[in-house]
T-cell receptor, first 114, second 113 residues
Framework: DVKVTQSSRYLVKRTGEKVFLECVQD?????MFWYRQDPGLGLRLIYF???????EKGDIPEGYSVSREKKERFSLILESASTNQTSMYLC?????????????FGDGTRLSIL | GESVGLHLPTLSVQEGDNSIINCAYS??????FIWYKQESGKGPQFIID?????DKRQGQRVTVLLNKTVKHLSLQIAATQPGDSAVYFC????????????FGKGTLLTVNP
């Protein structure tokens, strides 16, 4: 089975802090994604990466950056955390393959910014 | 803009009944669709997918139907069990992209014993 592991289930940080969310997958997938999930809004794509050191902006990249130094690890960075970034953050991965492939998700990090 | 949507936000069924969860999509260029299940406190779990060259696909106790004429997707769960209680949402591949998905907002399925 695909295993996507997010380093923290719950995290509480203060406004203005720099926050790192880590994600590791063990299936040698090329594609990795960061989403946030908010009630009534569904999943929204923040950033994705299709290869090491490659990144693309998603639908809501403002206030975030990402890092992909190794194939298995994709980090989301909140440069200066704000209260409106309180949310559930979900990491996913998928193989490149021929044609479409499903994304597989971790169990999320519930981040609170005080 | 075009988006994936759901007809019903909540669905309550009796244990043992069949459940049908619906999804409407508006992007006619989408050719790949996925159903996910999300239990409380967990991440979305892949259930089943279907490509646009198919009308129906079956898994274990689940069937996905695709009607491209009316841009409609449904998930049928046979003999629904209490463990099926979760939020279910569909996703489409955003106009043919091979890795970018657009997600619906979800339907909460509650199974009554």
């Amino acid at each position: 089975d695909v295993k996507v592991t997010q380093s923290s289930r719950y995290l509480v940080k203060r406004t203005g802090e720099k926050v790192f969310l880590e994600c590791v997958q063990d299936m040698d997938h090329e594609n990795m994604f960061w989403y946030r999930q908010d009630p009534g809004l569904g999943l929204r794509l923040i950033y994705f990466s299709y290869d090491v050191k490659m990144k693309e902006k998603g639908d809501i990249p403002e206030g975030y950056s990402v890092s992909r130094e190794k194939k298995e690890r994709f980090s989301l960075i909140l440069e200066s955390a704000s209260t409106n970034q309180t949310s559930m953050y979900l990491c996913a991965s998928s193989p490149r393959g021929v044609g479409n492939q499903p994304q597989h998700f971790g169990d999320g990090t519930r981040l609170s910014i005080l | 803009g075009e988006s994936v949507g759901l007809h019903l936000p909540t669905l309550s069924v009796q244990e043992g009944d069949n459940s049908i969860i619906n999804c409407a999509y508006s992007n006619s260029a989408s050719d790949y669709f996925i159903w996910y299940k999300q239990e409380s406190g967990k991440g979305p779990q892949f259930i089943i997918d279907i490509r646009s060259n198919m009308d129906k696909r079956q898994g274990q106790r689940v069937t996905v139907l695709l009607n491209k004429t009316v841009k409609h997707l449904s998930l049928q769960i046979a003999a629904t069990q209490p463990g099926d209680s979760a939020v279910y949402f569909c996703a489409e591949n955003s106009g043919g992209s091979n890795y970018k998905l657009t997600f619906g907002k979800g339907t909460l399925l509650t199974v009554n014993p």
